[in-house]
């Protein structure tokens, strides 16, 4: 019975797509591709359990005030991938959370910068910019960030009401 306990407990199976870490007596030792392998049970354990593929993250909508003191609400999109399983699993401890995290942070930074009409007309420089300040970021965790876009840039009902305002005000000259 424990002959059977400890082969079932040494074979496993790493699914396509993932990719796990392997520790000997809790300190990382091997990395583990797609397949069927062995570990020494008791002594090895299964650490971590990476997704190596494309993976989308929600950036929830934020409340971001403008470089002309306009309210905007802007959400985006991420996507990203594991590209170092070791430095994935022991530089960082929640992925998603921290990317997260990361990219509301510079989406605050950036948008902050700029005034409201530029920002509405601007959203693949604005793209560009988030892109590269991100991916710098999640370089040394082991994670490329393949692309970050602006879904919406909502002005907020003060906003919209100024906007209309400057465009009213900045119409075709009428002369006297």
């Known amino acids: 019975m424990v002959t059977l306990y400890t082969l079932f407990h040494s074979i496993v199976r790493v699914r396509r797509g993932f990719t796990y870490t392997v520790e000997r007596f809790g300190q990382y030792c091997r990395t583990l591709e797609p397949g ?3 570990i020494v ?3 090895e354990q299964i650490g971590r359990r990476i997704n ?3 993976t989308m993250l929600d950036i929830p909508p934020l409340e971001v ?3 002309d003191n306009a309210k905007v609400e802007v959400d985006a999109d991420c996507c990203f991938l594991v590209t170092n399983p070791v430095k994935a699993s022991y530089e960082i401890n929640d992925i998603s959370y921290a990317l ?3 990219a509301m942070t510079n989406i ?3 948008v902050g910068l700029m005034e409201l009409d530029k920002m509405l007309s ?3 420089d604005i793209n560009t910019l988030l892109f590269a300040v991100v991916s710098r970021a999640a370089e040394p965790w082991g994670i490329k960030v393949t692309r970050i876009e602006l879904r919406n840039i909502t002005p907020l009902t003060a906003a919209k009401t100024t906007v209309r305002q400057q465009h009213a005000n900045t119409g075709p000259a009428t002369s006297p």
């Open 36 to 38: 069927f392998h062995l």
């Open 41 to 43: 049970p008791f002594v």
């Open 52 to 54: 190596m593929m494309e």
């Open 65 to 67: 005030l403008c470089a």
């Open 100 to 102: 997260r995290i990361l």
């Open 108 to 110: 605050r930074t950036v």
């Open 122 to 124: 601007a959203r693949d």
